[in-house]
């Protein structure tokens, strides 16, 4: 509480709604270059996520860019080398470009302690509701243990994820979700079974979703899966599904993974009506998403996390409605323009005869996949090309 008391004292420049990898980079980028910046998280730290253990090589390159290259290295990632794709009665097993598996308790905390190293004051535990503009500032009401403080902030950043309410009353902000998009599951087992081979991927694809599972650097096995609402419900849960797709592909029996606990997302599939309004900027999760595989998403919240920064910088000093159209563009070319490769990918995830086809050729010519696994992992020409 005393952080937050003291946070309502001040005016910032740029408050940031959500730790995530996407606002906690943002935060530091912009706190970097000298302005004063208020990183808000309604969680608690460290915190398990659903999914997002993997990075791959465009979210590596990322964060190289930004001198934390050696981050994951230094908190015992894993070297990812393979992924293992399987479908009733067929499996291929295609070389990974790089990348490394961390688990979101290890890696988002890193994060924020390298804004704060950079300047950014963190507080934790506190909702965030936008509020009303100024000429000058946008105001944010933070509420921590039943009380609430008025903050104001010279542009806010929404980062704060696919189910995020901080822009919930605004009109004509909610973000719409695809027909028949899947939702996201996850749990963490707290060992890993012996046929899941260290730095390897294993994707198990059936009609209703799909399973991936991953040995993390400390052992544990992390799940990440994506279903159709019916596979849930006609299995009895999210564990009882994964263990079904599990066992359809030929696999062992991952021990306790019914029982264990599971946490659920909102659907995967979605997009922001509108990425701006008055002294608001809208990235990562909350700006759009579409189904990842193998670190997708960690990638795509990481580039706008650092692309955002310039913008965040020009819109503090003055905010101008061009900003918002910018941003608009910019996030389209960097993120929104790469997300369809997913797109298709997901397309095909949803027709078992096709993909078993597929998964067949490619057990003969792995090769096959270069493409496909190429543009999924590579950094962005653009980001890397930008004055960050």
């Known amino acids: 509480m005393k952080n937050l008391i003291e946070a309502a004292r001040r005016k910032w420049d740029v408050i940031v709604v959500g730790a995530g990898p996407a606002g906690a980079l943002a935060a530091k980028q912009v706190a970097a270059r000298g302005a004063a910046v208020l990183l808000v998280d309604r969680g608690a730290f460290p915190r398990w996520k659903v999914c997002g253990c993997c990075l791959n090589p465009a979210a590596l390159s990322t964060?190289?860019?930004?001198?934390l290259g050696d981050l994951p290295a230094n908190l015992g990632a894993v070297p990812l080398k393979r992924l293992l794709m399987a479908a009733r009665g067929c499996q291929a097993e295609i070389a990974l470009p790089g990348g490394v598996s961390l688990s979101r308790e290890t890696f988002d905390t890193a994060l924020i302690e390298a804004a704060v190293g950079s300047g950014v004051q963190f507080v934790q535990e506190t909702n965030a509701t936008l509020g009303f503009p100024t000429d000058e500032s946008r105001e944010v009401v933070l509420t921590q243990a039943g009380r609430q403080f008025s903050v104001q902030a010279r542009l806010v950043l929404a980062a704060d994820g696919l189910g995020g309410k901080l822009l919930a009353r605004q009109d004509n902000f909610a973000s719409v979700a695809t027909k028949n998009s899947r939702i996201g599951a996850g749990a963490v087992l707290p060992t890993t079974p012996e046929f899941i081979?260290?730095?390897?991927?294993?994707?198990?694809c059936s009609a209703g979703g799909y399973v991936g599972l991953v040995t993390l650097e400390d052992g544990r096995l992390d799940v990440a899966a994506a279903f159709d609402r019916q596979a849930i419900l006609a299995a009895g849960g999210p564990g009882a599904a994964a263990a079904k797709i599990i066992a359809e592909v030929g696999w062992p029996m991952v021990d306790g993974l019914a029982e264990q606990p599971?946490?659920?997302?909102?659907?995967?599939?979605r997009k922001a009506a509108r990425l701006s309004c008055e002294r608001v900027l809208v990235l990562g999760d909350a700006a759009g998403y579409v189904e990842p595989f193998t670190g997708e998403g960690i990638a795509w919240a990481l580039a706008s996390g650092v692309a955002v920064a310039p913008l965040a910088l020009r819109a503090a000093e003055r905010w101008d409605e061009s900003i918002g159209q910018e941003w608009s563009d910019r996030y389209y070319n960097i993120v929104t323009n790469r997300q369809t490769t997913c797109r298709l990918v997901a397309r095909v995830l949803r027709h078992p005869t096709l993909l078993r086809a597929i998964i067949h050729v490619l057990s003969y010519k792995p090769t096959l996949a270069t493409p496909v696994i190429r543009r999924l992992n590579a950094p962005s020409r653009i980001l890397q090309g930008s004055p960050l």
């Open 197 to 204: 081979q260290r730095g390897s991927v294993l994707m198990a």
């Open 262 to 269: 599971w946490r659920g997302t909102s659907a995967l599939t």
């Open 63 to 67: 964060l190289a860019s930004v001198s």
